[in-house]
């Protein structure tokens, strides 16, 4: 079960936080990410990292801001968000992955609840 937290209202240019937490079963054996889904529009897919970080993928519109990192120890998945736009508004779901290649993040085998962000001034 994956459940992330710390979403909420922020300003444009600020910064947040995400965190996944995995109860009931280790996250390294998985290729893991954050997707995203805008109102009105589909899910798309933000960062993904495979099993040993040997390869991170970051969706065009956030490379350069976000940074997705995992921690092993605490059986965690982070997603540091900079510089938010309002564009950025979504609610983000931490998920785990069939694999993951240069161009994204595919086959989502799993699915936390997820947690809203809402950047505006």
């Known amino acids: 079960r994956l459940v992330e937290s710390g979403g909420g209202l922020m300003h444009p240019g600020g910064s947040l936080r995400l965190s996944c937490a995995a109860s009931?079963?280790?996250?390294?054996?998985?290729?893991i990410g954050w997707f995203r889904q805008a109102p009105g529009k589909e899910r798309e897919e933000v960062a993904c990292?495979?099993?040993?970080?040997?390869?991170?993928y970051y969706a065009r519109t956030v490379q350069g801001r976000f940074t997705v990192s995992r921690d092993v120890s605490a059986n965690m998945l982070y997603l540091e968000m900079n510089k938010l736009e309002p564009e950025d508004t979504a609610v983000y779901y931490c998920?785990?992955?069939?694999?993951?290649?240069?161009?994204?993040?595919?086959?989502?085998?799993?699915w936390g609840q997820g947690t809203q962000v809402t950047v505006r001034s």
């Open positions: 998920v785990t992955l069939a694999r993951v290649v240069r161009s994204g993040c595919y086959g989502v085998e799993n």
């Open positions: 990292l495979t099993t040993n970080e040997d390869l991170i």
């Open positions: 009931g079963s280790r996250l390294e054996p998985y290729n």
